[in-house]
């Protein structure tokens, strides 16, 4: 457990507790004792993304470009690292295995924090081995020591989210980086014994107004990454936090749960991830301002022209505001990429000698972030 | 002043698809909200004064698709935007689910996306069969006809149409590689289930009511859209009384997001008009239990009511929705851990149903389960023909509208091969017709291979046109004109000086009394040399030439009159 503490001061805060579980000492590759009929369980191995996800998430919270409506008091960082990435963060750090007892004395720490004041802001996020009975389960680094009984070592995810709204922070945010996929395991016993980090009740209070959960794909499917890269889901949240999520008003730039919520299939599109393969499931109850920009988001735009055909003739030209000089490029048959400042764009297309098209089309577009697509119309 | 923006979507796929609610929101060029969400049938389209300025404009479909378009509003300017659908499914038969729902991809046949594959090719084709039950009291099923219900099929989807009334229906499917399941349909007066192959042994049932509002709902819970579900949610609030599945769906959301204001009495009237509904039960309990943890009034009261109406949901049957069938079981567990005593209600309500959430496919939409038999879910998957074969009806040779026959010039093998035998010898002629009729070049290039790839998209439905020669020369028309128009619109709005210029010349006056034939024919009026073109050149008759310019028999030869009289002056 590595326990950043940002700001202790008094009021509220918001409260992250990170886990990334890459290395599993008893599955595939793994140092321990490996879990035998492994088959039955996926034939899961090693994995190198969620560390490296799990750091990508603490450093984006940390980021010197996001003022925190509710202050970052504290980020908890739980990582397991796999034997062929044992450096994920590239400086050296060592990090505590994150067994079931490990995440759970995180999370009751955690839990204790967020606890403590009504206008507090609980973060969590979990990434790691994931497999789908009745309900979704992620598995601890230590899932097989037991061999007879592996489940455990591993959590019931819906429950603990579940038992969430009991804590008093109002504003809630749950992400589960996961596979969903069901297994021979699940199949005959799809309601495996996986304890909830903590059981919901009848009779808790419901203390959450403001939620963001989102699963990282849907059920039955897989979440994906590369290898010794932040997943794509990672990624896309991330890409949320720096401003693809943001929506404008009055005058500054918000990031909200109700954007990232509302934006996350295409932030997962603008990272380069399958959505077909693996659709993220948000959630949310109201919108909740998370943090300002202290600068206007960054923005692509690509465009070209419509028809295809048309764009290796045009010289392609893009320009933001009248006192800026406009941009030009090359002739090429491909889609022109560029990095903009959200909101008007001035683009062209001209035709030199070229009977089939128009001799020069203009046309404004208004450029959103992450990224904007527009083909010119040069018919 | 203002402009106003007028919003229009061309789509295809009958009024079905015009029914598809989306939600439009439009953002000023400082990228703040011009106009909060709203929800707009495509149909319909949407009508929205603005001050002058430049706008973009989101529209979000209940799939997670969005198409966004930016316009610029001037003083007194009507500006109409067209946004193409027709993008988002592949074949028209399932352009409706697709639009709906998020694709659901096929993993053994990457980029078919809400196409699906075919029919055609997997085996599952051959042996796939359906069967109807009918819930009855005491929680018993029978097996009920296809008497009455229609279907239309093609290579890539079987659909049928249900009417469930007020009863629970359950659709199942089996094949010799397809294990059994059991598909629950809403009550509702009109019931789509779209069957379509996913791979090579397996199929994807997609249900869905005849309340777009309420499936584009679901499509938006499904993707996370929380502008687009809220203002459908708010939409179907308002007609709660005349549709309980819509209502229920409605429901479902607002438990989700905690909205207990909004569900107010709306859970109760659900539990008590609809007693048919185990749905409204569930909501009713579960908002009962939000209530208690929130400590509106009395807990242990809300804690009592949540029991009697989750016990009385299980009473009531299995709930329609897989939502319903979650919140049900969950709830009845938490009741279960939290009774001090034997309660044999709740245990008997939780020994009903947890079999069924045992054997839940939970990507479904409505509950759908694997078993022997509707009343008894079970884990084992089966496969085969059930030994009680009884009102068993194969998928691919069920009742459906009747097949026209085929054109005999059109061989019935291979699609591909077939479409490009067409497009070979077909192209060309096209290409000229429409270069005569655009005067262009390029733009007659594009738009034949436009119609073509339309042709390629509703192959299995044109193969069996009488003639789909005309069928794609009134395609390729359809097209053109769209083209002339867009074309005319953009150069009005972006060349003015141009088209002053243009008028200041009369090409006349450059009249050379040595004609060709063909330039005297570009002299004719438009719909003139286009009669003239299609008759004498494509060498269409008349009655052709009607269907493709869709105007009478006796129009065209009154143009063809016409322009024989205008070119015997020209030529004079």
Request: proline residues 7%; hydrophobic residues 40%; charged residues 25%.
């Amino acid at each position: 457990m590595t326990l950043t503490v940002l700001d202790s001061g008094p009021g509220p805060r918001t409260h992250a507790l990170v886990i990334g579980i890459g290395g599993y000492e008893h599955l595939k590759g793994g140092t321990g004792t490996p879990l035998p009929k492994l088959l039955q369980y996926g034939n899961l191995g090693q994995l190198t993304s969620p560390p490296r996800s799990a750091l990508a998430i603490s450093d984006a919270l940390q980021s010197q470009e996001l003022d925190w409506q509710v202050p970052l008091g504290t980020v908890d960082l739980l990582v397991s690292t796999a034997p062929e990435d044992p450096d994920p963060s590239g400086d050296g750090v060592t990090f505590e295995p994150a067994t079931r007892d490990a995440i759970q004395t995180a999370f009751d720490a955690w839990w204790d924090r967020c606890n403590a004041n009504e206008e507090n802001v609980a973060f969590c996020y979990i990434a790691g081995h994931g497999l789908e009975g009745s309900y979704p389960i992620v598995l601890a680094s230590d899932f097989g020591k037991s061999a007879g009984q592996p489940w455990p070592q591993a959590f019931d995810v819906n429950k603990t989210r579940g038992a969430l709204t009991a804590n008093k922070a109002q504003t809630q945010v749950f992400l589960v980086d996961a596979c969903r996929e069901v297994t021979t395991s699940n199949v005959e016993v799809p309601d495996a014994a996986a304890p909830p980090l903590r059981p919901p009740k009848l009779r808790q209070p419901d203390n959450c107004v403001y939620e963001l959960s989102i699963m990282a794909t849907s059920r039955t499917r897989k979440a994906y990454g590369k290898t010794k890269k932040p997943s794509y889901f990672a990624r896309a949240f991330v890409e949320g936090l720096h401003g693809g999520a943001a929506v404008k008003e009055d005058g500054e730039w918000w990031i909200t749960t109700g954007k990232l919520a509302d934006r996350f299939y295409r932030l997962m599109d603008f990272v380069g991830a399958d959505t077909h393969a693996q659709r993220p499931v948000p959630s949310v109850r109201r919108t909740f301002r998370l943090a300002r920009l202290r600068s206007a988001p960054p923005a692509k735009l690509q465009f070209a022209c419509r028809p295809d055909e048309a764009t290796r003739l045009a010289d392609l030209a893009w320009q933001q505001g009248t006192m800026n000089p406009e941009h030009r490029r090359q002739r090429s048959p491909e889609a022109w990429t560029v990095d903009v400042k959200p909101g008007i764009c001035y683009v062209s297309a001209t035709f030199t000698g070229q009977e089939k098209y128009r001799d020069c089309i203009n046309q404004d577009v208004i450029v959103e972030p992450p990224l904007t697509h527009e083909r010119v119309l040069v018919i | 002043m203002s402009g106003r923006l007028d919003l229009t979507f061309s789509y295809q796929g009958g009024p079905d698809a015009g029914r598809l609610p989306v939600v439009v929101d439009v953002v000023g060029a400082s990228l703040e909200a011009a106009v909060k969400p709203r929800l707009v049938q495509l149909a319909k389209g949407w009508r929205q004064d603005l001050e002058p300025g430049t706008y973009l404009v989101r529209v979000r479909f209940p799939s997670g698709e969005e198409i966004r378009q930016t316009c610029t509003v001037r003083d007194g300017d009507h500006i109409p935007i067209s946004v193409d659908v027709r993008g988002l499914a592949g074949r028209e038969s399932l352009e409706r689910s697709v639009a709906l729902r998020p694709v659901e991809d096929d993993e053994t046949t990457p980029g078919t996306k809400g196409a699906g594959t075919s029919f055609s090719a997997p085996q599952i084709a051959r042996d796939v069969w359906v069967r109807r039950w009918r819930g009855e009291a005491s929680r018993e099923w029978k097996q009920i006809d296809f008497d009455g219900i229609t279907a239309s099929r093609d290579d890539y989807a079987v659909r049928y149409r249900f009417a469930s009334g007020q009863q629970s229906n359950v659709l199942q499917l089996g094949g010799r590689s397809i294990a059994w399941r059991f598909v629950t349909l809403p009550a509702a007066p009109v019931v789509d289930v779209t069957v379509s192959p996913r791979g090579e042994n397996d199929l994807s049932v997609e249900v869905t009511t005849d309340s777009a509002e309420a499936e584009a709902l679901l499509g938006y819970l499904r993707t996370g859209a929380v502008e687009g579900a809220d203002v459908t949610a708010e939409s179907l609030l308002r007609q709660k009384r005349r549709d309980p599945i819509a209502a229920a769906i409605g429901g479902y959301y607002l438990l989700r997001t905690a909205n207990l204001d909004r569900l107010s009495a709306w859970g109760r009237n659900l539990s008590q008009w609809f007693p048919w509904l185990p749905d409204g039960a569930v909501i009713n309990g579960w908002q009962h239990i939000q209530l208690g943890r929130k400590h509106r009034g009395d807990p242990d009261r809300h804690f009592g009511a949540a029991r009697r109406q989750l016990i009385l949901a299980a009473q009531r049957g299995v709930p329609i929705y897989t939502e319903g069938l979650r919140l049900l079981v969950d709830g009845l567990r938490l009741l279960r851990e939290d009774a001090e005593a034997e309660d044999a209600e709740l245990d008997a309500a939780l020994t009903f149903i947890e079999p069924f959430t045992m054997a839940a496919d939970w990507l479904a939409a409505t509950v759908t389960y694997s078993g022997a038999d509707p009343a008894e879910p079970g884990l084992r998957l089966r496969y085969g023909i059930p030994e009680d074969r009884e009102r068993l009806v194969p998928l691919r040779a069920g009742p459906a509208a009747p097949r026209r026959p085929r054109a005999s010039e059109v061989p019935d093998n291979d699609s591909d091969a077939t479409l490009e035998a067409l497009y070979r010898e077909l192209g060309p002629d096209l290409v000229r017709y429409l270069r005569r009729m655009l005067q262009h070049n390029g733009l007659a290039e594009d738009i034949s291979q436009e119609a073509f790839l339309i042709l390629s998209r509703k192959w299995a439905e044109v193969r069996n046109h009488p003639n789909p020669r005309a069928w794609l020369y009134t395609v390729a028309r359809h097209l053109a004109i769209d083209t002339l128009r867009e074309r005319s619109r953009e150069y009005l709005r972006l060349e003015p000086l141009a088209q002053a210029a243009a008028k200041g010349g009369d090409p006349s006056d450059s009249y050379d009394i040595r004609l060709t034939v063909r330039e005297a024919i570009g002299k004719l009026p438009a719909r003139q040399r286009e009669a003239v073109w299609l008759f004498y050149f494509e060498r269409f008759k008349q009655n052709e030439i009607a269907a493709i310019m869709q105007v009478q028999r006796g129009t065209v030869g009154a143009l063809l009159s016409q322009a024989r009289d205008r070119l015997a002056e020209l030529a004079a």
